[in-house]
Nanobody, 114 residues
Framework: QVQLVESEGGLVQAGGSLRLTCAAS????????MGWYRQAPGKQRELVAS???????NYADSVQGRFTISRDNVKNTVYLQMASLKPEDTAVYYC????????WGQGTQVTVSS
């Protein structure tokens, strides 16, 4: 089992910034992928960004150039730096960890006001 603990999201004005963190613990493996999905009301969950243990990153087109994902492999922690936030970024953000299985965080609300 792998446990994921996410930081609190928050309320931010459009154009502002926010950083999310997610720490994995338990039976983690050295080769894995961590990242974030989000789900807005009435919409499907979508991938925001991911990063492999080797450092390869992947971003949704909608956040490319505004969000930056990074990780600390020693701490098994992934970070999502969000900048130039837009109201359409409002969603519940879910951290995930994947090696053989996929594990999910509890989700954290990010609200961007216009």
């Amino acid at each position: 089992q792998v446990q994921l603990v996410e930081s609190e999201g928050g309320l931010v004005q459009a154009g502002g910034s926010l950083r999310l963190t997610c720490a994995a613990s338990g039976n983690t493996r050295s080769i894995n992928i961590m990242g974030w999905y989000r789900q807005a009301p009435g919409k499907q969950r979508e991938l925001v960004a991911s990063i492999s243990s080797g450092g390869n990153t992947n971003y949704a087109d909608s956040v490319q150039g505004r969000f930056t994902i990074s990780r600390d492999n020693v701490k098994n922690t992934v970070y999502l730096q969000m900048a130039s936030l837009k109201p359409e970024d409002t969603a519940v953000y879910y951290c995930y960890y994947h090696d053989i299985l996929t594990y999910w965080g509890q989700g954290t609300q990010v609200t961007v006001s216009s």
